[in-house]
Nanobody, 127 residues
Framework: QVQLQESGGGLVQAGGSLRLSCSAS????????MGWFRQAPGKEREFVAA????????NYQDSVRGRFTISRDNAANKVYLQMDSLKPEDTAVYYC????????????????????WGQGTQVTVSS
């Protein structure tokens, strides 16, 4: 069973940076594509970024492309989200997710495709 735990959230001023970390359990971490999703008050959980199990490809929501960078360290069973040039609209609870399917041939970018979730970490960006 995959267990995920996020860290690194906090309060930051607009234009600042944060790096979120997600620590995963299990010996097969490298078999799963990993993603970051976020949920703002009154909104549905939405896709932010994902990286394939192989690490070969990544994808981003248009609003964060060029500002956020997803990466993974399979040896450490961790995935990261480097967030730069933060905006107030980035304020949300950020969740780390693991693809429900091992070695999926396409990069999963929808909530339906992620079967494991962390508890979330709050990111608040002040203006």
């Amino acid at each position: 069973q995959v267990q995920l735990q996020e860290s690194g959230g906090g309060l930051v001023q607009a234009g600042g940076s944060l790096r979120l970390s997600c620590s995963a359990s299990g010996r097969t971490f490298s078999h799963y594509s990993m993603g970051w999703f976020r949920q703002a008050p009154g909104k549905e959980r939405e896709f932010v970024a994902a990286i394939m199990w192989s690490g070969a490809i990544a994808n981003y929501q248009d609003s964060v492309r060029g500002r956020f960078t997803i990466s993974r360290d399979n040896a450490a069973n961790k995935v990261y989200l480097q967030m730069d040039s933060l905006k107030p609209e980035d304020t949300a609870v950020y969740y780390c997710g693991a693809d429900s399917t091992r070695l999926r041939s396409r990069l999963a970018v929808t909530k339906l495709e992620y079967g494991y979730w962390g508890q979330g970490t709050q990111v608040t960006v002040s203006s």
